[in-house]
């Protein structure tokens, strides 16, 4: 008895040790086959409770991608409760967001990030080829996934828009917001300035596919310069019209 008794203190105790141990480099395993590729941490150091490296958004596709330096620590308070909490800061943020994990739940809150705008080229590949340009600005006070169910709350702000294919710019300012309901989740796009007006609704709910249309509008003195731009995601409707459509 007890030599079985040595045994079994001696396994909890090495799993515990592999616990407390376990490398920063399992973050990156963990997050790039949550995303598909889509997402990793390079370069990473440390362990799972406090570690740091470089949150990569990434194509897997083209190869090409966005880099943003990434430091993390989990509050050992919230291990007592049965669930993770880390306090996680992203370069050029001033107060870090919260992410909470446990078996069932995922939830961020107070999210704040920029990013170039060629990272709706990676989110979306059919604009790629634009090489868009500007700023994104996203704000995220809450995003909670559990099973197949999202809530949310978020804002992106694209800033001084721009694209390759066209020399018109800014094309202006726009502005998607995002919330959730009991229908699931809304997305609403909308144009704060500029000569291209764009407008559109989405949702998504459970285990259906993310819906979204939407109309670009250009007035007449700039069809001719923004028109090859619209082609490429929309369908041309007349007046300067055109349709878009993402699924």
């Known amino acids: ?14 799993s515990v040790a592999l616990l407390v141990t376990a490398p920063a480099t ?17 370069e990473a150091r440390g362990s799972i409770w406090s ?16 880099a943003k330096a990434l430091s993390w620590r ?37 999210v704040r990030v ?8 990676i989110a979306v590949p059919r604009l790629a080829p634009a090489r868009l ?4 600005s996203i704000s995220a006070p809450r995003v909670a996934l559990e099973g197949r169910e999202m ?20 094309l202006g300012e726009y502005e998607m917001r995002i919330e959730s309901d009991e229908q699931g989740v809304r997305a609403t796009l909308a144009t704060l300035s500029g000569p291209l007006e764009l407008k559109g609704q989405g949702s998504w709910r459970g285990e259906t596919r993310p819906a979204f249309t939407g109309t670009a509008h250009v007035p007449a003195p700039y069809v001719e310069q923004i028109a090859p731009l619209l082609r490429l995601v929309a369908a041309e409707s007349g007046d300067g019209t055109f349709q878009f459509v993402a699924r």
């Open 26 to 42: 399992l973050v990156d395993a963990a997050l790039r086959r949550a995303s598909g590729g889509a997402l990793r941490v390079v």
């Open 1 to 14: 008895m007890k030599r079985w008794k040595g045994l079994a203190f001696g396994a909890a105790a090495y």
């Open 151 to 170: 809530r949310a709350s978020a804002t992106v702000r694209w800033r001084n828009a721009g694209a390759a294919l066209t020399p018109v710019s800014p």
């Open 133 to 136: 340009t500007g700023e994104l």
């Open 74 to 110: 989990v509050l050992p308070g919230s291990l007592w409760r049965g669930h993770a909490v880390y306090d996680v800061l992203l370069a050029d943020t001033a107060t870090p967001a919260r992410v909470t994990l446990s078996p069932s739940r995922i939830e961020i809150a107070n």
């Open 51 to 66: 570690g740091s490296g470089q949150l990569e958004l990434l194509d897997p596709q083209r190869g090409n991608g966005i």
């Open 114 to 121: 920029e990013l170039p705008a060629s990272a709706i080229g």
